[in-house]
């Protein structure tokens, strides 16, 4: 069983658990205030291999809510009329600008008003608001502000436009605070379209569960776009959202059960100034069409006090069967627990990590590319099993990292190939390892470095290959290839190429492995089946062959103690936008 421990702790040795660090340091900005708050994240026990089900079934269930649920044999109509409003029906009244509903019930609110609908009902009532053609604007507070009741569904009437705005902006200490707000359960439904104006903080807002099943709905915030503190659900829709802070934010921080974001279907599209997705928990994406950019892109200068990730978790991302892609000027796929990656087209490009995970990343199935990234895959343990990669990086492709610094020894990191589809193209390290490496299946293709300083390979343990297909070209000047003592042979060769050259890997004159390289190289490490130490082998490039003793050549199973660190892939080197403490 998962536990989530929530212990905040200054310092923690690290040892290869299964547990992450307490020295991750988040610094995370108050859009509204300018200033910095400083976080440390918890220590937690993750286990990458969890699938979504199982990672939602230790969640506490979502309410969600229906019209036909409103306890009431009939349904009360609303006629809002400028600064006043009619009712027809029981369960409502009417003040000034202000129509209060204090019962359980169905209601059918159409026209428009400068005020606000308040539900004050019993805490045990169940409320179902139909708008049907509503335009609700107050310059004092929320448009609909739910602050009685068990649950709320708001239902979108088919055909209707809808719309919500509030004040310009809230008391520090206001609990009333976004144009859509609720105290408790809210459920969104129907084939109407709403817009939503936060003008002076969140968009939509619910205190306990917020879920969306249906309709068309657009967000726009000085703050979260869509705030549901002890779970935010997207099953359907089209939603859009444009927030000056974080997309999508779901923030209980209390209880382990909660504070999770689960997308299952709907298409969802988020420009945020914070981070897109953001779950003091988890989040999980088991369907749907989720476009995201985050912190104004990969291409953006983000301050190191503001976190702009595109998909955040506290505990556990999961991706299982979405379409995502992430355009995000910090990672693009976050976690200070595990990610798990089994299935789903996955498109990210990052300013920092494309994938990272303070614990142990899993990959076993589905589409991932990162087109861009400083380092593109981080963890303190990296498996893949499964799947299509392809990662794009400016450092280091792969990055088996504990964020504890560099070191020449072997700290206990790990990266572990048993399966999947492999590519990586780096400025730096291309498959890095603190610790070790093995490699028993699948298919592991390297381009880069170019530069002498790194190597295609670096690994400070032992890298160890029993099976599977690895090519490895890149620079001279830090190459390694795996353990001498490896089940499965290999070979290294000190030959060049260009972008383009034609390599060819020959036993006994027949061609038993070929690329086209997409990079300059100086040196060629290959490993497959049939391959056998001590057996000589030819290299080849666009024609021109170097004979090779299999087993032999290159820096074998120990790497030159340069390898990356979470902090950044060279010595000393720190990440774009991020000071030399925030690993965040």
């Not at 918890?42 to 969640?59: C, G, H, P, R, Y």
């Not at 381009?447 to 490895?472: E, K, M, Q, R, Y």
């Amino acid at each position: 069983m998962r536990t989530k421990n929530r212990i905040l702790l200054a310092a923690v040795p690290f040892a290869l658990t299964g547990v992450i660090l307490a020295g991750c340091t988040a610094v995370a900005a108050d859009l509204e205030s300018g200033t910095a708050t400083t976080q440390t994240a918890s220590v937690q026990d993750v286990d990458a291999s969890l699938t979504a089900e199982q990672v939602l079934d230790e969640n506490a269930d979502a309410t969600t809510v229906t019209a036909d649920e409103a306890e009431t044999g009939s349904e009360t109509t609303i006629s809002l009329a400028g600064e006043s409003a009619t009712v027809d029906g029981d369960g409502a009244t009417v003040d000034g600008n202000t129509v209060t509903i204090a019962a359980a019930g169905t209601y059918r609110v159409s026209g428009a008003l400068a005020g606000s609908i308040v539900v004050a009902a019993p805490d045990d009532a169940v409320v179902a608001l139909i708008l049907d053609g509503v335009d609700i604007a107050n310059t004092d507070g929320a448009a609909i502000a739910i602050t009685g009741a068990d649950d709320v569904a708001i239902v979108l009437a088919d055909g209707s436009e809808n719309g919500l705005s509030d004040a310009d902006s809230y008391a520090d200490d206001a609990e009333v605070n976004a144009a859509l707000y609720s105290d408790a359960d809210l459920t969104i439904s129907g084939s109407g379209a709403l817009t939503v104006t936060g003008n002076g903080n969140d968009g939509i807002t619910s205190k306990d569960d917020l879920t969306i099943l249906a309709g068309t709905i657009v967000v726009t915030a000085a703050d979260d776009g869509l705030r549901g503190k002890d779970s935010l659900t997207l099953a359907g829709g089209t939603v859009t959202v444009d927030a000056g802070g974080d997309g999508l934010s779901s923030d209980q921080d209390a209880d382990e059960t909660q504070g999770y974001i689960w997308i299952s279907g709907g298409d969802l599209d988020v420009t945020s100034a914070g981070d897109g997705l953001a779950a003091a928990t988890d989040v999980v994406l088991t369907g749907g069409d989720v476009t995201i950019e985050s912190g104004g892109g990969s291409t953006a200068n983000r301050g190191a006090d503001v976190s702009a990730k595109g998909v955040k978790g506290g505990v556990y991302v999961v991706l299982e069967g979405a379409t995502v892609s992430v355009d995000a000027a910090d990672d693009a796929v976050h976690s200070n627990g595990a990610v798990h990656i089994n299935d789903g087209a996955i498109m990210l490009a990052s300013g920092d990590d494309g994938v990272h995970a303070d614990t142990a990343l899993a990959i076993d199935g589905g589409s991932l590319t990162v087109a861009k990234s400083y380092e593109g895959l981080e963890s303190t343990d990296i498996s893949i099993a499964g799947g299509t990669i392809d990662v794009t990086a400016s450092d280091d492709g792969l990055n088996a990292s504990s964020g504890s610094g560099e070191s020449m020894q072997d700290s206990g990191e790990m990266i572990t190939i048993s399966g999947g589809d492999t590519t990586v193209h780096a400025g730096g390290d291309g498959f890095d390892s603190n610790g070790s490496a093995e490699m028993t299946g699948g298919s592991l293709t390297i381009w880069g470095p170019t530069n002498d300083g790194n190597g295609a390979i670096d690994v400070n343990g032992s890298f160890d290959v029993s099976g599977g297909t690895l090519l490895a070209a890149g620079s001279a000047g830090m190459a390694v290839a795996p353990s001498t003592d490896s089940a499965q042979g290999w070979v290294f060769a000190t030959t060049d190429g260009d972008a383009g050259s034609t390599v060819e890997i020959l036993a006994d004159g027949q061609v038993v492995g070929e690329y086209v390289a997409d990079t300059s190289f100086a040196t060629v490490v290959y490993s497959g089946a049939g391959i056998v130490a001590g057996s000589t082998y030819e290299v080849t490039v666009d024609g021109v062959s170097t004979t090779v003793t299999a087993g032999e050549g290159g820096a074998s199973g120990m790497g030159p103690g340069q390898g990356g660190q979470q902090g950044g892939g060279m010595p000393g080197g720190t990440r774009p936008g991020q000071s030399e403490d925030d690993g965040s």
